[in-house]
């Protein structure tokens, strides 16, 4: 939807928080099953980006979105990436596929692991805040699910690097 861009930015997350609310709603009375993707993206410091949402309870949380028809997982994440955050990624790599139950919802979800390339810059209609962090210091209102996924990143590249 090339012409959301139209949309002031304010008005943009104003309908971000009532299409949110909405869907988690359907999704209660329908119980679809669903395909997304997360991407706990690290910089050369070996710090953790995560984002804050304009919707939603205000929590840091990784980055990433819904999977269209017929598109890939790998094709989704660089793209959810590179549309909320106006960068790109390397080495992208799987983590792993889980199912959660979110509102109803069965996600089928495709974690993936990469390094940034670029600045990420907050698009500031979905998007309201990007930090990096190091992996043992966790803003206190990180997401919980969130928080897992990085417990796990953290695991592997302390495997990797023998530390």
């Known amino acids: 939807m090339k012409w959301l861009h139209l949309i002031p930015a304010p008005l943009h997350r104003a309908l971000y928080r009532v299409a949110d609310r909405t869907r988690r709603r359907w999704w209660r009375i329908r119980k679809p099953t669903r395909s997304s993707v ?43 990436f590179a549309e909320e955050l106006g960068c790109a990624l390397d080495d992208v790599r799987p983590l792993r596929d889980a199912t959660l139950e979110d509102s109803g919802s069965l996600d089928h979800l495709h974690v993936f692991l990469a390094q940034i390339a670029g600045v990420p810059r907050p698009d500031m209609r979905e998007i309201v805040a990007a930090e990096f962090y190091a992996l043992d210091a966790l ?11 990085v417990a796990e990143c953290a695991a592997l590249r302390r495997n990797a690097t023998g530390s």
């Open 38 to 80: 997360i991407v706990a993206a690290f910089d050369n410091a070996g710090r953790v980006l995560l984002v804050r949402h304009s919707y939603g309870p205000p929590l840091w949380v990784l980055p990433g979105g819904g999977i269209d028809r017929g598109e890939a997982p790998l094709a989704a994440a660089v793209r959810e």
């Open 139 to 149: 803003p206190s209102r990180t997401g919980r699910q969130a928080a897992a996924w």
